[in-house]
């Protein structure tokens, strides 16, 4: 596995996509999601010049931070359950994952320990799928409501993991209602909500994700290798 080689590839395709559709390719960020990977895996990967990573599970995420020696940026994507928040706290920058008030609420609570601030993106569940998190697309513009007061939270825009296709083609609506919902709560123009983030697209359709405007791409396999 060329850890070094598959970033490049990775980055030139975001680039060649950006300019295929008229985006400053700065405005893409690239999260590597190491999730299940080593810590060498990440040392490896920041050493080819990846600054930023995206963790699903709480422990392993912070055995990890803990374990890599180069400094990182860590975002938070996966599942989160309220009683395991503390354990990111001051450790992530960024957590992709929140769909409830009372989640908000506990991230909320852990960050003024600190009288710190962390920036969050509210999860919607597109496809409706039972088997995964998100707050729906209806009930998204009311949670930015109740979260926005918070003040150890910074609402910086939304996420989603839409259903799987094999064909990226056929997730891009799923893309583009994301940005749409995007648009109806920016122009809400709410104090402490920015709509600056959306994190869609990963290994199999990142480059649709981006032509419909992500700007947190999460990339595991492609980089990593299969998990
Ligand atoms: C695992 C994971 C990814 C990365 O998926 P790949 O197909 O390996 O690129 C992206 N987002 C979330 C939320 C994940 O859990």
Aim: glycine share 6%; charged share 25%; hydrophobic share 45%.
């Amino acid at each position: 596995m060329d850890i070094a080689a598959n970033i490049a590839t990775i980055r030139e395709r975001i680039s060649v996509i950006c300019q295929a559709c008229g985006r400053d390719p700065d405005q893409v960020r690239l999260v590597a999601v190491s999730k299940k990977k080593p810590a060498a895996a990440i040392e490896a990967a920041i050493a080819a010049g990846q600054p930023l990573f995206g963790e699903s599970y709480v422990q392993e995420c912070v055995a990890k931070i803990d374990a890599v020696q180069r400094a990182a940026e860590w975002h938070f994507i996966g599942a989160l359950q309220s009683n395991k928040v503390k354990y990111l706290r001051g450790k992530v920058a960024m957590i992709h994952s929140v769909d409830r008030l009372s989640l908000a609420e506990e991230i909320d609570r852990q960050w003024g320990k600190d009288a710190g601030c962390v920036d969050i993106l509210i999860q919607v569940n597109l496809g409706e799928e039972t088997s995964k998190a998100g707050t729906t697309a209806e009930q998204a513009v009311e949670l930015v409501r109740l979260v926005a007061p918070l003040r150890h939270v910074r609402i910086r825009g939304l996420m989603a993991l839409p259903p799987w296709y094999d064909d990226p083609e056929q997730v891009r609506p799923y893309f583009r209602q994301l940005r749409q919902l995007a648009g109806q709560v920016a122009a809400l123009d709410l104090p402490n909500v920015s709509m600056q983030d959306l994190s869609m697209g990963m290994s199999h359709d990142f480059e649709v994700a981006i032509e419909e405007g992500a700007t947190l791409v999460r990339i595991g396999t492609a980089i990593f290798g299969a998990r």
